[in-house]
């Protein structure tokens, strides 16, 4: 007899080993700006049940007791929490790096002083939403950001605490791109071009249709992407090139065929425990109130392998497509867009077949999910990559 049952399926289970080395833990969906394109963002003064601090400090524990080597605080804005520098200090005295996504506008000098005396361990990751404090806050929809989120990224900068800056592509800021990529590269960390946010997930906690519709109006368009994508052509064939070599098996109808819920895990900040940031859907949560982290990686390890879509749609299209993995269709994008895990999302389908286009593995018109001969296609591929870099040489 099993020792444990499944209350949502009514399937006993046993114990086995699962990974846990990388921990998401959403302090809040509180933030202090009201970006147009967030996917899960509230108001500073929103009245919720978050976790309190000793609810977390033990899961943070629980979460070294597996293993666990780092901890990303992401939010919302994570530094709203008040207690933020004691649940900090907890996972770093335990030994675990800590990353932390933020706005960089609540950076206080606390704050700093405390990264300086126990560093992360990670370089800080800043969204920065506009060069100036026009298209900031054209982005940020909050007076009086731009400053502050500045201030805060000097303060870093000043005190030689390793960061990195990351931009959301909007209509305000689409002209500052070369700006902030020649100001990005004098940012000690930043070994490498920044990366972009160019199309956007809608609200995963599906709680605003009003704010689904802002988020669709901001996304770019299928020929916009590939040209910001393929700016440098000979990079951007190469990386296709890799990316298809690598990743370019139709998945089937099985549905997680990504690494969510192997090794890295998310908790909410209701304290539910989920596969990834993305996938809200009820039946891939567990509330760790209820039950230990241990108990509910288990329980959701055997939900999410259980999983095979049975829409006829994904089945006959996404399941087939040898564009899948560069497509951002997944159960969680699926979730926020149609309630359901195995719908087809139309607008990432029509991106990654626009990107396939411009390399020239489909032809206008053309369906991935159709094509027979995709080896020979991607043979091609690496063949034009190749005379592209002798024309550069």
Same mark, same amino acid.
């Given at each position: ?45 929103? !009245? ?16 070294? &007791? ?9 939010? =919302? ?32 000098? &606390? ?25 900031? @806050? ?9 400053? $502050? ?91 296709? !090139? ?7 098996? $139709? ?19 209701? =304290? ?32 999410? @392998? ?50 396939? !286009? ?36």
């Amino acid at each position: 007899m099993s020792e444990y049952v499944d209350k949502v399926y009514n399937i006993p289970f046993d114990k086995k080993a699962v990974t846990l080395r990388h921990l998401d833990i959403e302090l809040t969906e509180r933030c202090n700006n009201n970006c147009v394109h967030c996917y899960i963002n509230k108001p500073v003064s929103h !009245q919720c049940d978050e976790m309190s601090t000793d609810f977390i400090r033990e899961l943070i524990q629980q979460a070294a &007791d597996k293993g666990c080597l780092s901890i990303r605080f992401t939010g =919302g804005e994570p530094l709203l929490r008040p207690d933020f520098a004691e649940l900090y200090t907890v996972a770093r005295q335990l030994g675990i790096r800590v990353i932390l996504f933020t706005n960089a506008t609540l950076l206080h000098t &606390d704050i700093i002083t405390l990264f300086t005396d126990i560093p992360p361990l990670y370089p800080i990751e800043v969204t920065l939403y506009g060069m100036h404090q026009s298209s900031y @806050e054209a982005v940020s929809r909050k007076p009086n950001t731009f400053r $502050p989120a500045w201030e805060g990224i000097q303060a870093l900068w000043k005190n030689n605490i390793p960061f990195v800056v990351k931009q959301a592509f909007l209509p305000p800021n689409y002209n500052e791109r070369l700006e902030f990529e020649a100001w990005a590269e004098t940012i000690p960390c930043m070994n490498q071009k920044p990366d972009y946010a160019l199309n956007f997930d809608l609200r995963v906690r599906r709680d605003s249709e009003t704010r689904n519709h802002e988020i669709r109006n901001v996304r770019m368009s299928p020929e916009h992407f590939v040209e910001i994508m393929a700016r440098n052509p000979k990079r951007y064939l190469n990386e296709m !090139q890799q990316f298809m070599k690598k990743f370019s098996k $139709p998945p089937g109808n099985k549905l997680f065929t990504c690494g969510a819920g192997c090794s890295a895990w998310t908790v909410d900040s209701f =304290g539910n425990l989920q596969v990834c940031l993305m996938v809200r859907h009820p039946n891939l949560i567990v509330n760790l109130h209820e039950l230990p982290l241990d108990e509910a990686m288990q329980i959701l390890t055997r939900r999410k @392998e259980s999983l095979y879509s049975r829409n006829i749609e994904y089945r006959e299209r996404c399941a087939q497509c040898f564009l899948y993995d560069r497509c951002r269709q997944c159960p969680g994008t699926a979730w926020c867009e149609h309630g359901v895990m195995d719908q087809p999302v139309d607008y990432y389908c029509a991106l990654a077949h626009a990107e396939a !286009q411009a390399c020239g593995l489909l032809t206008a018109g053309e369906k991935a999910w159709e094509v027979r001969n995709r080896e020979n296609r991607i043979r091609k591929l690496q063949t034009r990559e190749r005379l592209v870099h002798e024309k550069s040489s």
